[in-house]
């Protein structure tokens, strides 16, 4: 079963690439999916610029951080020429996720 894909994904020239946000800059495709937009540690924005000691102590840098998290993410989904698949957990979505008007979004739980 799976060869007939691998064929068929041969004979259109199908290619699947997996890139970090970052190496993907200055590069597009028919489609992306960006994977791992949670909340917390290990997630997008990462759970350290939430850390309110560190708000306090530098706030400006926090800030600073989290534009530059911003602007990955806006690098990230521009990738896409066609489709965009953003995936995340239910109930632990990234903050980011939040700024996208609904009249662009398409939810679908899995």
Request: net charge neutral; proline share 3%; hydrophobic share 45%.
């Amino acid at each position: 079963m799976f060869s007939n894909y691998l064929s068929r994904f041969k004979t259109q020239r199908v290619f699947v690439q997996a890139k970090t946000m970052h190496s993907a800059k200055g590069l597009e495709a028919k489609a992306v999916f960006i994977i791992g937009l949670t909340q917390g540690k290990g997630g997008f924005p990462d759970i350290w610029l939430e850390d309110r000691i560190f708000q306090v102590v530098k706030p400006t840098q926090h800030d600073l951080l989290m534009e530059e998290e911003r602007r990955l993410f806006y690098v990230a989904i521009t990738r896409a020429k066609d489709q965009l698949y953003l995936i995340t957990e239910k109930n632990n979505e990234s903050m980011f996720l939040e700024e996208i008007p609904d009249n662009f979004v398409v939810k679908t739980i899995i």
